[in-house]
């Protein structure tokens, strides 16, 4: 084999498709000229796509991986602003499981080198028959890129430079004993090995898991606590409402009574005017009498009859606002109970949906990392960034504002006796949602949980 031809490390791009196999493999010089625009992938149009960076050595074992998400528009053109150092992360990656040769270096969402590329990564799964890493390993056994493959044939020992020994000396109990030893000792350490491995695999699912239930637990308590929020301004708009009511009805008996009491007051003067009209004739006065009795008596029978029906109206209204505070209590209940069942969900169904989201403008926030901003959202960030990059890490505002002091200056914020500041270096928190006031932002010291114990 000459020198032009001499098998070496080869970087390699493999795409995976939605049902988990892998759909298309390219060399990285392929791949660069994808991203300078050189050639398109139309079958990806308008797609996100799981993309695994890998580095094969010479005996095509897989040494590095970094698993990363890239982005194509309508004509199959990929990210023109995709700038991830997929080298870089590979040198710095971590430990991950053994593929043959050894444990790889594995840069994913949950094992990230560098912070801010960690939102741009995802997580492999690592179930049993459909474990990404098994199908990157046997990709790379069947190369299909036509890769140049160590020859081993030459390390073999030619057949004219064996000698044999002499008969007597073809048993030696002791040697025997010894090659047994070390077959037996390497045996254990290869099932050591082996499970060291599969630990480290299983912690590396376990975190995955763990961060995903995570954010869906916080995305859950800030849905439920908006819906709350919104369940108590619809019962003030109904107390206000039912308030308004009484006092409509109160301000409807009023008015019945100073009706009534006009009714009175022209009744009084409609008898004296029969009292002046008896001086005139007594048939004509009973006659009148008569009829004006008639008509005040229909005239007050009208005005009650509608008043009363006013009345019955604004109770039925009255009942049916109290009908309806008590559905929106059991509506409340309701979404508590369905909270606290969503809350013991799997946290799987969020990463099918972040799967399918589109990427419109990238912006950096620290603990957010690169957020993708849909452009429906594009009006609610410029109005507040601040709360919109709290949402997208599921805490408050304040608690973000509060995170971000601690963020940029990772110092114990207790006041000392004298007055002044602690000021003592602590640990960074780099979770907006790990961060608490009082614990987080002090030294051991100063933590409000020392303080509990020591006042215990």
Same mark, same amino acid.
């Given at each position: 084999?000459?020198?032009? +031809?001499?098998? #070496?490390?080869?970087?390699?791009?493999?795409?995976?498709?939605?049902?988990?196999?892998?759909?298309?493999?390219?060399?990285?010089?392929?791949?660069?000229?994808?991203?300078?625009?050189?050639?398109?992938?139309?079958?990806?149009?308008?797609?996100?796509?799981?993309?695994?960076?890998?580095?094969? +050595?010479?005996?095509?074992?897989?040494?590095?991986?970094?698993?990363?998400?890239?982005?194509?528009?309508?004509?199959?053109? &990929?990210?023109?602003?995709?700038?991830? &150092?997929?080298?870089?992360?590979?040198?710095?990656?971590?430990?991950?499981?053994?593929?043959?040769?050894?444990?790889?270096?594995?840069?994913?969402?949950?094992?990230?080198?560098?912070?801010?590329?960690?939102?741009?990564?995802?997580?492999? +799964?690592?179930?049993?028959?459909?474990?990404?890493? %098994?199908?990157?390993?046997?990709?790379?056994?069947?190369?299909?890129?036509?890769?140049?493959?160590?020859?081993?044939?030459?390390?073999?020992?030619?057949? *004219?430079? @064996?000698?044999?020994?002499?008969?007597?000396?073809?048993?030696?109990?002791?040697?025997?004993?010894? %090659?047994?030893?070390?077959?037996?000792?390497?045996?254990?350490?290869?099932?050591?090995?082996?499970?060291?491995?599969?630990?480290?695999?299983?912690?590396?699912?376990?975190?995955?898991?763990?961060?995903?239930?995570?954010?869906?637990?916080?995305?859950?308590?800030?849905?439920?606590?908006?819906?709350?929020? +919104?369940?108590?301004?619809?019962?003030?708009?109904?107390?206000?409402?039912?308030?308004?009511?009484?006092?409509?009805? !109160?301000?409807?008996?009023?008015?019945?009574?100073?009706?009534?009491?006009?009714?009175?007051?022209?009744?009084?003067?409609?008898?004296?005017?029969?009292?002046?009209?008896?001086?005139?004739?007594?048939?004509?006065?009973?006659?009148?009498?008569?009829?004006?009795?008639?008509?005040?008596?229909?005239?007050?029978?009208?005005?009650?009859?509608?008043?009363? *029906?006013?009345?019955?109206?604004?109770?039925?209204?009255?009942?049916?606002?109290? *009908?309806?505070?008590?559905?929106?209590?059991?509506?409340?209940?309701?979404?508590?109970?369905?909270?606290?069942?969503?809350?013991?969900?799997?946290?799987?169904?969020?990463?099918?949906?972040?799967?399918?989201?589109?990427?419109?403008?990238?912006?950096?926030?620290?603990?957010?990392?690169?957020?993708?901003?849909? @452009?429906?959202?594009? !009006?609610?960030?410029?109005?507040?960034?601040?709360?919109?990059?709290?949402?997208?890490?599921?805490?408050?505002?304040? #608690?973000?504002?509060?995170?971000?002091?601690?963020?940029? #200056?990772?110092?114990?914020?207790?006041?000392?006796?004298?007055?002044?500041?602690?000021?003592?270096?602590?640990?960074?928190?780099?979770?907006?949602?790990?961060?608490?006031?009082?614990?987080?932002?002090?030294?051991?010291?100063?933590?409000?949980?020392?303080?509990?114990?020591?006042?215990?």
């Amino acid at each position: 084999m000459s020198m032009q +031809n001499k098998a #070496q490390m080869v970087e390699a791009v493999m795409f995976f498709s939605e049902r988990g196999g892998i759909c298309k493999e390219m060399l990285f010089p392929e791949f660069e000229a994808l991203l300078d625009g050189i050639v398109n992938m139309p079958e990806f149009a308008d797609q996100q796509m799981r993309v695994a960076y890998v580095l094969i +050595n010479p005996r095509l074992l897989i040494k590095s991986v970094v698993f990363f998400y890239l982005d194509f528009d309508e004509k199959g053109a &990929p990210d023109s602003g995709w700038n991830i &150092p997929l080298q870089h992360l590979a040198e710095r990656a971590g430990r991950g499981p053994d593929l043959g040769a050894g444990p790889i270096r594995l840069a994913c969402r949950s094992q990230c080198p560098v912070s801010w590329h960690q939102m741009h990564l995802w997580d492999p +799964n690592l179930a049993p028959g459909k474990n990404d890493l %098994v199908l990157l390993r046997d990709a790379a056994k069947r190369n299909v890129l036509g890769l140049l493959v160590e020859d081993d044939s030459a390390q073999a020992l030619a057949p *004219e430079r @064996l000698q044999m020994a002499s008969e007597d000396k073809w048993y030696a109990p002791d040697a025997a004993q010894e %090659v047994a030893d070390i077959v037996t000792e390497k045996q254990d350490r290869e099932q050591r090995q082996k499970a060291a491995q599969l630990i480290k695999q299983q912690r590396l699912r376990i975190t995955s898991l763990t961060q995903a239930h995570e954010e869906e637990l916080a995305k859950l308590k800030q849905l439920n606590e908006a819906q709350s929020k +919104n369940l108590q301004a619809q019962i003030h708009g109904l107390h206000q409402a039912l308030q308004q009511q009484e006092a409509l009805n !109160a301000s409807l008996k009023e008015q019945l009574a100073a009706q009534a009491a006009s009714f009175q007051t022209s009744r009084e003067e409609m008898t004296e005017q029969l009292r002046a009209l008896e001086q005139h004739g007594r048939s004509k006065d009973d006659m009148l009498r008569t009829q004006l009795e008639a008509e005040m008596r229909a005239k007050i029978a009208a005005a009650v009859v509608e008043y009363k *029906e006013q009345i019955a109206i604004r109770d039925v209204e009255l009942a049916y606002s109290k *009908e309806q505070d008590a559905q929106l209590q059991r509506e409340i209940e309701r979404l508590k109970r369905e909270h606290n069942e969503l809350a013991g969900q799997s946290g799987e169904q969020i990463l099918d949906r972040l799967a399918k989201l589109g990427v419109v403008f990238v912006v950096y926030h620290p603990g957010a990392g690169h957020l993708t901003i849909a @452009l429906q959202d594009i !009006a609610r960030y410029q109005d507040n960034p601040m709360a919109y990059v709290a949402a997208k890490c599921f805490v408050s505002e304040a #608690q973000y504002s509060q995170w971000l002091q601690h963020y940029q #200056q990772p110092s114990c914020e207790a006041k000392l006796p004298n007055g002044e500041r602690c000021a003592i270096p602590i640990d960074r928190i780099d979770t907006p949602s790990r961060f608490t006031l009082g614990e987080s932002n002090c030294c051991a010291r100063h933590k409000a949980s020392s303080r509990l114990r020591t006042v215990s």
